[in-house]
């Protein structure tokens, strides 16, 4: 069991820039990936980006360029530092702990609360 506490979140306006975190109850060495999802109303909770216990990273084609996922196993933390940001964006992001295999993020059964970004002109 990981409990998981995202925050982080706010107001920006487009192509401004904001970071999301992630801490974790449990240590993140452990698990063998982690990732940020999110989900706008009515939508499926879809995975940005993905990270490997080695530091191999994957992003969804629809963030590539423009965010950037990073672990700190020592603090038990997951970082997530957008840029540019489009109204598309806006979403509740949620961070998870699960298996990254040939570039496919299978999440785990652990999810937190999430943290609202809203992107606005």
């Known amino acids: 069991q990981v409990q998981l506490v995202e925050s982080g979140g706010g107001l920006v306006q487009v192509g401004g820039s904001l970071s999301v975190s992630c801490a974790a109850s449990?240590?993140?060495?452990?698990?063998?990936?982690m990732a940020w999802h999110r989900q706008a109303p009515g939508k499926q909770r879809e995975v940005v980006a993905s990270?490997?216990?080695?530091?191999?990273?994957n992003y969804a084609d629809s963030v590539n360029g423009r965010f950037t996922i990073s672990r700190d196993d020592a603090k038990n933390t997951l970082l997530l530092e957008m840029s540019d940001l489009k109204p598309e964006d806006t979403a509740v992001y949620y961070c998870?702990?699960?298996?990254?295999?040939?570039?496919?993020?299978?999440?785990?059964?652990?999810w937190g609360q999430g943290t609202q970004v809203t992107v606005s002109s």
């Open positions: 998870n702990t699960g298996t990254l295999k040939s570039g496919t993020y299978d999440p785990g059964a652990y």
């Open positions: 449990t240590s993140t060495f452990s698990f063998n990936g």
């Open positions: 990270i490997s216990r080695s530091g191999i990273t």
